[in-house]
């Protein structure tokens, strides 16, 4: 299995509705988050001083940290406010007969 190809994560009904979960596969640390019924897979860790964004609420678009409020965009990653220096990355996933598939490969 290389990160090129889709593997299995997480099962679709372990992501509630606007909230995060902490996942580890391999080296990079995931936080899935369900939004308005779509998946979004991002890192875990926030650039500003590693808190695990899983734990952080959802609000408008945005996965918020819960140690200093840096906001991050769900579909971009993009900072959008608080103290980060930078964005996190996003990754592909899909759903298949109930299972959450990621790509880890950017
Ligand atoms: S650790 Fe995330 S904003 Fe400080």
Do not use: N
Request: proline share 6%.
């Amino acid at each position: 299995m290389t990160e090129d190809e889709y593997q299995f994560i997480a099962k679709d009904e372990e992501i509630e509705e606007g909230k995060g979960r902490p996942y580890v596969m391999g080296d990079h640390r995931i936080a899935l988050v369900r939004y308005e019924g779509a998946l979004y897979a991002l890192d875990d860790l926030c650039p500003h001083a590693d808190a695990s964004l899983a734990f952080g609420p959802v609000k408008e678009g945005c996965l918020i940290c819960p140690w200093h409020y840096a906001e991050f965009d769900l579909k971009t990653g993009e900072v959008m406010s608080g103290p980060s220096p930078r964005g996190i990355r996003t990754y592909e996933l899909k759903v298949e007969e109930g299972d959450i598939l990621i790509k880890l490969a950017k």
